[in-house]
C-alpha cells in the first residue's frame, strides 16, 4: 500500500481517535441542568444533547467500540508503514510502530482532547452530539450485544450499592457550586437550609414556655390592652384556670374590634388554637399552618402539658435566617467581645454554638446552650459558676428563674494549648 496512503489513514484515525476521547469526556462531565434548561429552551440540540446523555450506556458502547477500532486500525497501519520503511526488518518495524504510534494516541488522541474537553464540555458535546448520534444506530447490532453481555454481567455481579443521593451530597455539591463561582454564599446558604429543612424538628426551634407571653381567660380589658402595648405581640395565647388549659389564640386586630362592645368576653374573641407535639418535623407544621391560615401552634408535652408555642416566623427564619420587624430588639446569641472572648445568651442552640466554635457535635438531650450548662453542672445555675469543656471556659454570668441567661465563653488559643502541653511533658 502507498505510504502516503498509510500516512492519510494514520492521521484520519488519530481525529477519529480524538473525537472518541474528547465525547466521552465532554458527556461524562457536562452540567446536565444547564443542557437541560436549554432543551427547555427548546435548543434542539440541547435536546439531542440531553437524550444521549440519559442513554449513557448506549452512547459509551459506541464511543468505545470506535474509539478501539481506529486505534487498532492506527496501529496497524503504521506497522505496515514502519515495515516499508525498515526494508523488511519486521521486528524493528513493530518495536518503532508501538513506540511511535502509543506516542502519538496518547498525546493527540487521548490526553490533548480529553484536557480541551474538559474546559468546554457543553461546547464540546453540542458540536459532537449529530456525529455520535448517527454512530449509534451505525453500531446498533453491537451495541445490542454489548448490551445483552451487560445484562448478562448485572445478574452475576450484582451491585448492593445504595446510588441515591444523600443530604451530605448535596451539601457538598451546593459548597462545590459556590466555591467555583456558580452560586455566591447567601444563594448557598439558602440551599443548604432548604436541603436541612425536612431534618428539623419542632423542638429544635421552639419557643419555651417560660419566655411566652400567654394571657388569662378571666383577665380585663385593660390588662389585655397593658400586654399587646407592652410586648408589641400581634397573638397571644390565652390559658383558662391554668396555663396547660390553652383555649384558643387572641388576635389584637380582634380583640380591638371587639373590646368596645357590651357582651364582649375573651373565650369568644379567641380563634382556636392548632396543636403540635415537639417532634413534628417543622415541614410539616408548616403545611399544618398553612392549611388552618394560623401563625402559631401550641407545643404539647407528652403528659398533655404546654412546653411551649412555635411561630411561622420561627419555621421560616430555618430558611432565610433571621426575620426582624421594627418592634424587635436586634440581639445576637453569641457576640464576640474581645480576641477571646465571647458572651452568649443562654438560648443559643447548641447546634450554633458548636458550629461557632467548630466543635464536635455535643451529646445532649438540651436543646440550648443554657440547659447543656445546667446537666455540665449537675445543679440549678448561679451567677459565676464555671465549667471547661474542650478548649473553651465558659462562665455564667446572668440568670433568670433558675436558668441560664448570659455565658462569658473564654476560647484559649491552640499555641498555648500545645505549649502547655510540651511544658506537662518535660
Not at 446558604?189 to 381567660?217: G, T, Y
Amino acid at each position: 500500500m502507498n505510504q502516503v496512503v498509510l500516512i492519510i489513514i494514520i492521521i484520519v484515525c488519530l481525529i477519529f481517535s480524538a473525537y472518541f476521547s474528547a465525547t466521552e469526556t465532554a458527556f461524562t462531565t457536562l452540567n446536565k441542568v444547564r443542557v437541560k434548561t436549554k432543551a427547555d429552551d427548546g435548543n434542539r440540540r440541547a435536546k439531542l444533547v440531553l437524550k444521549l446523555a440519559n442513554d449513557y450506556d448506549r452512547l459509551l458502547s459506541t464511543i468505545l467500540i470506535g474509539n478501539n477500532i481506529v486505534n487498532i486500525l492506527a496501529s496497524s497501519m503504521g506497522t505496515l508503514l514502519f515495515i516499508s520503511w525498515c526494508n523488511g526488518n519486521n521486528d524493528l518495524a513493530s518495536v518503532l510502530s508501538t513506540i511511535v504510534l502509543t506516542i502519538l494516541v496518547l498525546i493527540f488522541g487521548e490526553i490533548s482532547p480529553k484536557s480541551l474537553a474538559k474546559e468546554f464540555p457543553e461546547t464540546f458535546a453540542f458540536f459532537s452530539a449529530p456525529i455520535i448520534n448517527v454512530l449509534i444506530y451505525v453500531l446498533l447490532p453491537l451495541n445490542f450485544l454489548f448490551s445483552q453481555w451487560k445484562k448478562l454481567l448485572n445478574k452475576l455481579f450484582r451491585s448492593k450499592e445504595d446510588n441515591t443521593i444523600t443530604d451530605d451530597e448535596l451539601i457538598t455539591m451546593v459548597d462545590e457550586a459556590e466555591h467555583e463561582g456558580g452560586i455566591n454564599a447567601q444563594e448557598s446558604e439558602l440551599i443548604k437550609s432548604a436541603i436541612e429543612f425536612n431534618d428539623l424538628e419542632v423542638k429544635d426551634i421552639f419557643i419555651p414556655r417560660v419566655d411566652v407571653v400567654m394571657a388569662d381567660a378571666g383577665s380585663s380589658v385593660e390588662d389585655i390592652s397593658q400586654i399587646f402595648e407592652e410586648t408589641h405581640f400581634s397573638r397571644l395565647p390565652v390559658y383558662k384556670d391554668t396555663v396547660d388549659n390553652v383555649i384558643g389564640i387572641l388576635h389584637e386586630k380582634d380583640f380591638i374590634a371587639m373590646r368596645g362592645k357590651e357582651d364582649f368576653s375573651i373565650e369568644k374573641a379567641v380563634k382556636p388554637a392548632v396543636f403540635v407535639v415537639g417532634t413534628a418535623k417543622i415541614s410539616a407544621v408548616l403545611r399544618q399552618l398553612q392549611k388552618s391560615k394560623s401563625h402559631m401552634a401550641i407545643v404539647s408535652g407528652e403528659f398533655g402539658d404546654v412546653t411551649g408555642i412555635v411561630t411561622m416566623e420561627d419555621i421560616l427564619e430555618e430558611l432565610v435566617g433571621e426575620i426582624w420587624d421594627e418592634h424587635d430588639d436586634v440581639l445576637s446569641d453569641i457576640t464576640q467581645v474581645s480576641e477571646n472572648e465571647y458572651k452568649v445568651l443562654g438560648g443559643a442552640t447548641v447546634g450554633d454554638f458548636c458550629d461557632y466554635f467548630k466543635l464536635d457535635e455535643i451529646e445532649s438531650d438540651s436543646q440550648t446552650v443554657g440547659g447543656w450548662v445546667m446537666d455540665m453542672l449537675g445543679k440549678v445555675p448561679a451567677k459565676g459558676d464555671m465549667l471547661t469543656y474542650e478548649n473553651l471556659t465558659l462562665t455564667v454570668t446572668a440568670t433568670d428563674d433558675r436558668r441560664v441567661t448570659e455565658l462569658c465563653v473564654v476560647v484559649s488559643p491552640a499555641e498555648e494549648e500545645e505549649d502547655k502541653g510540651r511544658e506537662e511533658d518535660k
